[in-house]
């Protein structure tokens, strides 16, 4: 099993920016990768940014180069430094681990863009 809490999340106003954190804990041994998804009132959840154990990275088209994912030392530590942000980055975001048997969510955290 695997815990996962998400911080760092709150209001800013548009172009500003903030970082979000994942904590991980329980079997980290076995995480391949991780992800920051959102979800928006009445849209569907989507994938931001992914990371895996090696440090390769994806972002979506909307968030390329204005978000960065990074891990510490071990996949006990995810985070999302988002940048120049938008009133359309208002969502929950989500943390999810992806290990070969499962993937597990945290409650997630809600960033509001807005002035």
């Known amino acids: 099993q695997v815990q996962l809490k998400e911080s760092g999340g709150g209001l800013v106003q548009p172009g500003g920016s903030l970082r979000l954190s994942c904590a991980a804990s329980?079997?980290?041994?076995?995480?391949?990768?991780m992800d920051w998804y959102r979800q928006a009132p009445g849209k569907q959840r989507e994938l931001v940014a992914s990371?895996?154990?090696?440090?390769?990275?994806n972002y979506a088209d909307s968030v390329q180069g204005r978000f960065t994912i990074s891990r510490g030392n071990t996949m006990n530590t995810v985070y999302l430094q988002m940048n120049s942000l938008k009133p359309e980055d208002t969502a929950n975001y989500y943390c999810?681990?992806?290990?070969?048997?499962?993937?597990?969510w945290g409650q997630g955290t809600q960033v509001t863009v807005s002035s």
């Open positions: 999810n681990a992806r290990t070969s048997i499962h993937s597990f």
């Open positions: 990371i895996t154990s090696t440090g390769s990275t």
């Open positions: 329980g079997s980290i041994f076995s995480i391949y990768a």
